[in-house]
Nanobody, 127 residues
Framework: QVRLVESGGGSVQSGGTLTLSCVVS?????????MAWFRQYPGKEREGVAS???????DYEISVKGRFTISRAENKKTLYLQMSSLRPEDTAMYYC????????????????????WGQGTQVTVTS
């Protein structure tokens, strides 16, 4: 059973930086999964922020492009999200997601694409 555990959230001032981590257990390789970061505002659906496919292809939601960087470390079985130039509108609960399926109808930034989810980590950006 794959388990995802996020960490690294917290409170930061506008313009600041944070790096989120997602440790994957129950799997031999993080690069055998398509993985992504999602965020969720209160009362809203989860929205995709950044994804990295098995072949390394990366996608970003347009509002974070140029500010956020997704990466993975195979030796640490960890997915990262480096967030810079943070804005108050980035305040949300952030979730890590993973899925092994390759041929699937959903885009990598759609939540329906993913089977495994972490418990989330809160990011708060103050102005």
């Amino acid at each position: 059973q794959v388990r995802l555990v996020e960490s690294g959230g917290g409170s930061v001032q506008s313009g600041g930086t944070l790096t989120l981590s997602c440790v994957v257990s129950g799997s031999t390789s993080v690069s055998s999964y398509t993985m992504a970061w999602f965020r969720q505002y209160p009362g809203k659906e989860r929205e995709g922020v950044a994804s990295i496919a098995i072949d390394g292809e990366i996608d970003y939601e347009i509002s974070v492009k140029g500010r956020f960087t997704i990466s993975r470390a195979e030796n640490k079985k960890t997915l990262y999200l480096q967030m810079s130039s943070l804005r108050p509108e980035d305040t949300a609960m952030y979730y890590c997601a993973a899925d092994r399926r390759v041929y699937i109808a959903y885009h990598d930034l759609e939540k329906e694409r993913y089977t495994y989810w972490g418990q989330g980590t809160q990011v708060t950006v103050t102005s």
